[in-house]
């Protein structure tokens, strides 16, 4: 049995199924049979289950993934652990073994949660990115389904067309024009054509001669074709390959080499070094506001070390053991340790949340751009229409219309009534309930009509007797013409099978907008060309108007009579595309290698096709939620302006009582819009809403027009040529289930559904992320400034032997950190905002008013602290500072003791609670929501975030133990039990919460720091 080529890659391929040779030397037929597959049935789920199982997942070795290693790795190199570190050592260093043990612990705890939360994050982020990456279309129970490349196996059927990437090792079964770019494999710049019919008869013929196979990785840029997967994961030619590659891409300036200078291995070795330190402390490395985060947490730590220096310059640099940790405290303070993990932790779930949504984020940059976007540019079929077509109505220049009348499934053509609607037909169209429409019996121009959306398509509709029910494959247009011409039995299984002939295929193209094949026809063994396409591009290939004895040259004005019928149609929303067919003179021979430009000419028009697809019901509401947040809505459609400005104007994008004056602003062709200087459209009022026609040059021309006018756009796309303009949008939004996966590998974010109001969910998560992160990073960093203004204040407060004492503890400043990090996280968890979706978008995480929030709060908070201390050292203890008060207790001790306890309790609190404050940054926490009728809705606001609530409850409570418990208190956190000193933090949160409140009305009364406006637009008047 044959598993590879004779040498070394044979043993790499034991685990691929057995041939009797190389299935290059085999037939279709002959491969089939070897594998036990069935070509019109594909495998079982069960057979492929039992195979994934036999051959495992068709993945490369150490393809991505998560690794641990990593992830511990970034634990321990962050500026929280660092300075934990750093105060271990120095707390070892002056022989205080119970702090420095405790920070041992505290040091081995943090890592172990991060490690295990973090990883977790990351595997789910890496699943969630998986979901989005390039999919196969195989045939398992005679149904085309959709699945992850991982999930293909040998056996399967596959159908490949222009943008796929090939899923795994493919003999090609039929292909028409098909050409893969496999320069990955061979390194030809040139795509190699390939031949489903051809049977080599070398075993050691080259990889890049063996045309009856398509390779996995390489990328399908021309025709289509149907195969049989032999060969997956490493088992594949480029798992060969992966095995022999070593390392990666390099940065510029990272090469050891001495032929560019002499210098350059040091310069190469310093830059190796910097990508390796920068990874590993995540400053070089991760989303923007990861990396920017990450040099905050830095440059915080340079500001730690520069306090501990203050502290002992303050105290003439003698170091004893009271001055250490009292710099050991200060450093320990400004650093918000959980900030990070947070973040990585908010992202996770914001990936599920918006998973669960039909949403998956591919490059976490789209969270963070997602909450800023302010125009989306959208196609309009399958996205803002349902995608389930049905051609409604038929129009031939002789003899007039035919309608579809009654119709249900899309799929069945046995549903409907099919029959004339205006005109004079030259014979009666026969149908009825009883005996459905033949091809036999109608109308010759209707003959040739149908032979043209049958023949000139791709699609399948089949019939299953096990399901009961017309199964469909295949583009909707193409399916809803298909399904048309099999009400009249004229199906392209049915010429296939009377001996037609197909021989060659020009696919459909965005540039020409149609699509054209040849058959020949048996026999009278004529060479007959049909062809579909955008009514205006098909009209000026046509020179012949009418079929068989009706046909004339075709003048103007049967040009002006087709775009009048078109408008007519398209004005109902119809998509209309016209139908076109030639007669070939001469032999195949002689055309063959014929271009589409010499085939595409001198045809003859047939007619118009009328399909009608229409729009979600959610999608009308989802537009109206876009411009209550002041979202401008963009459809760049392939269809007529007429079709495109009726469904615009259905949905909502353009107002229903546009004058007709003003839809010509806003309603554009991408010939008029291409045809525009970038002046030009800089001084238009507004930007066109519905541009038709559109070409994926045009869109990109739109991205650039709304970044000159400063917007934030998302773009979606689903083919090949888009993308360029899914890479140059903010958010590039590709179609899970229509999309190729060349604009799946370039998007931000793939919709499993492909539907707007998916588009609208993803915006309104990430604007909720965007407040949550901003929430988050303000609760953290007030404690830091808080603790810092205390500590730093503290200073001056000098004992009897002239050193300063701390009004907070190392580690008191430790616990309150790590206590306070779950309500942050519980920030993170927060549900959007009542009016997050009529409110601009915003662009900065550290806005002004985030900034002044933090000043404002912390500087509040701080105060309140010093003031408790105050009172208790000085207002009872009768300013008695004590002595050596910061390395153990003693009687000295008893009031800065217990001022400690009163002012960790009080921090503590004041931390805990601001975080309900935190839910709103502008509403009162008494009543978030406006709308809500209820008197006093605090409770309940409250408990909608349970995380939340109960992370703030245990966090209150967890102060009593360690305020009570006996040596704990003393010799651990270096405060002691306290009585009447609960006065002042039980005072101190409401006389915070007050300050608070009455901070926020000021905003909003005097209107400081405005939320961003929405702007609506009037365009029902001049």
């Not at 002595?883 to 805990?912: G, H, K, P, T």
Request: hydrophobic content about 45%; proline content about 5%; aromatic content about 8%.
């Amino acid at each position: 049995m044959y598993n590879e080529k004779p040498g070394r890659a044979a043993a790499h391929r034991a685990t691929g199924p057995p041939y009797s040779k190389p299935p290059y030397m085999l037939t279709g037929d002959e491969v089939l049979r070897e594998l036990d597959i069935h070509g019109d049935h594909g495998l079982t789920d069960e057979a492929a289950a039992q195979r994934l199982e036999q051959y495992g997942r068709n993945e490369l070795d150490g393809s991505g993934g998560v690794h641990a290693w990593k992830v511990l790795l970034k634990q321990v190199a962050n500026a929280m652990i660092i300075i934990l570190m750093i105060a271990m050592a120095l707390s070892f260093g002056v022989k205080d073994w119970v702090e420095g043990g405790v920070i041992l612990a505290v040091i081995i705890v943090n890592i172990t949660i991060g490690f295990f939360q973090e990883y977790r994050a990351e595997q789910t982020m890496e699943t969630l990115r998986s979901m989005s990456s390039p999919t196969a279309s195989v045939l398992r129970h005679g149904q085309i389904q959709h699945i992850p490349n991982a999930e293909a196996v040998p056996g399967d059927i596959v159908e490949l067309s222009v943008g796929d990437v090939v899923p795994a090792d493919v003999r090609l079964l039929e292909a028409m024009n098909f050409q893969a770019d496999e320069m990955l494999l061979t390194g030809e710049s040139m795509p190699v054509i390939k031949d489903a019919d051809d049977v080599l008869d070398a075993a050691d013929t080259p990889l890049g001669d063996r045309i009856n196979i398509a390779y996995a990785s390489s990328t399908v840029v021309k025709g289509r074709a149907r195969g049989v997967i032999v060969y997956t994961g490493m088992t594949t030619a480029v798992g060969e390959i992966a095995k022999q590659i070593k390392g990666g891409t390099r940065k510029p300036n990272r090469s050891l080499s001495r032929k560019t200078s002499a210098l350059q291995p040091i310069r190469g070795l310093a830059w190796r070094a910097w990508d390796a330190i920068g990874a590993i402390l995540g400053i070089t490395v991760g989303t923007p506001l990861q990396k920017r985060l990450a040099r905050l947490a830095f440059i915080l730590l340079g500001a730690a070390c520069l306090l501990a220096v203050v502290v002992f310059a303050v105290n003439q640099f003698d170091l004893a053991h009271e001055v250490v940790i009292y710099g050991i405290a200060l450093g320990i303070a400004i650093i918000p340790e959980s900030l990070i993990a947070v973040l990585t932790i908010t992202m996770a779930v914001g990936m599920r949340t918006m998973a669960r949504r039909k949403a998956i984020v591919r490059k976490l940059d789209a969270l963070e751009a997602l909450g800023g976007v302010d125009s989306i540019c959208s196609d309009k079929t399958g996205t803002l229409t349902q995608g389930k077509m049905i051609t409604r109505k038929v129009w031939l220049p002789t003899s007039g219309f035919v309608s579809v009348h009654d119709y249900g499934d899309a799929a069945d053509p046995t549903v409907g009534r099919v029959a004339w609607d205006g005109g004079t037909p030259t014979s009666p169209l026969l149908t009825s309930d009883s005996d459905p429409a033949n091809v036999e019996k109608v109308t010759p121009d209707l003959r040739a009509f149908l032979w043209a959306i049958s023949m000139c398509n791709i699609a399948t509709v089949i019939y299953s007797d096990t399901e009961k029910k017309y199964l469909v494959t295949g583009e909707p247009t193409e399916i809803a013409l298909l399904v048309f011409a099999h009400r009249f039995s004229a199906g392209r299984r049915r010429w296939l099978n009377e001996g037609w002939r197909q021989l060659l295929e020009f696919p459909f193209d965005s540039e020409v907008k149609r699509m054209s094949v040849v058959y020949e026809q048996p026999k009278a063994g004529l060479l007959r060309v049909f062809a579909k396409g955008a009514v205006e591009r098909l009209l000026d290939s046509c020179t012949v108007f009418g079929y068989g004895d009706h046909a004339r040259p075709m003048t103007d004005a049967d040009k002006e009579t087709v775009l009048n019928e078109m408008q007519q149609l398209a004005r109902q929303g119809l998509r209309v595309l016209a139908i076109a067919y030639r007669q070939l003179d001469d032999s195949l021979a002689e055309w063959e290698q014929a271009s589409r430009d010499q085939i595409e000419v001198a045809m003859t028009f047939l007619g118009l096709a009328a399909i009608y697809d229409p729009p979600r019901a959610e999608t009308a509401g989802a537009v109206r939620e876009c411009k209550a947040a002041g979202i401008t809505v963009h459809m760049l459609t392939g269809d007529h302006p007429a079709t495109a400005s009726a469904i615009a104007r259905e949905v909502g994008i353009i107002p229903a009582n546009l004058p007709p004056e003003l839809e010509s602003t806003l309603v554009k062709t991408a010939q008029q819009f291409d045809g525009m200087s970038e002046d030009d459209i800089d001084a238009l009022p507004a930007l066109p809403l519905v541009i038709a026609r559109c070409a994926p040059q045009t869109k990109v021309k739109m991205i650039n027009a709304l970044h000159r006018r400063n917007k934030y756009c998302a773009m979606t796309g689903d083919g090949v040529n888009d993308s360029p303009s899914l890479k140059q949008a903010d958010v590039g939004i590709a179609m899970g289930l229509g999309g190729s996966d060349v604009a799946k590998s370039a998007a931000d974010i793939v919709l499993t559904d492909d539907n707007f109001s998916s588009i609208v969910a993803a915006v309104e998560e990430g604007r909720r992320m965007f407040d949550n992160i901003q929430k988050f990073i303000l609760h953290l960093m007030i404690g830091n400034v808080a603790e810092v203004i205390l500590l730093v204040i503290g200073l001056a407060f000098r004992d009897s032997d002239d050193r300063s004492v701390f009004p907070l503890a190392p580690l008191q400043v430790l616990l309150v950190n790590m206590i306070t990090g779950f309500p942050a996280f519980g920030l993170g968890l927060e549900k959007a905002q009542p009016d997050i979706m009529r409110r601009g978008a915003s662009r900065s995480i550290f806005s002004w008013e985030i900034l002044t929030d933090l000043l404002v709060y912390g500087f509040t908070m701080g105060s309140l602290c010093l003031v408790t201390f105050v009172i208790v050292v000085w207002g009872d203890g009768g300013g008695e500072l004590g002595r050596e008060c910061n390395a153990s207790y003693n009687d000295s001790c008893d009031a800065v003791f217990r001022a400690r306890a009163a002012c960790y309790v009080q921090i503590m609190w004041l931390l805990l609670f601001v975080a309900w404050e935190l839910k709103s940054i502008r509403r009162p926490m008494f009543r978030l929501d406006p709308a809500s009728r209820s008197r006093f809705p605090f409770f309940r606001d409250m408990w909608s975030n349970r995380f939340l609530f109960m992370s703030v409850i245990a966090g209150a409570l967890s102060v009593f133990p360690v305020v009570f418990i006996s040596g704990l208190n003393t010799n651990v956190f270096k405060h002691k039990r306290i009585t009447w000193e609960w006065v002042l933090p039980l005072a101190g949160v409401p006389l915070f919460i007050f300050v608070v409140e009455m901070w926020k009305l000021l905003k909003r009364k005097a209107n400081l720091f405005p939320q961003p406006r929405v702007e609506i637009e009037d365009y029902t008047t001049p």
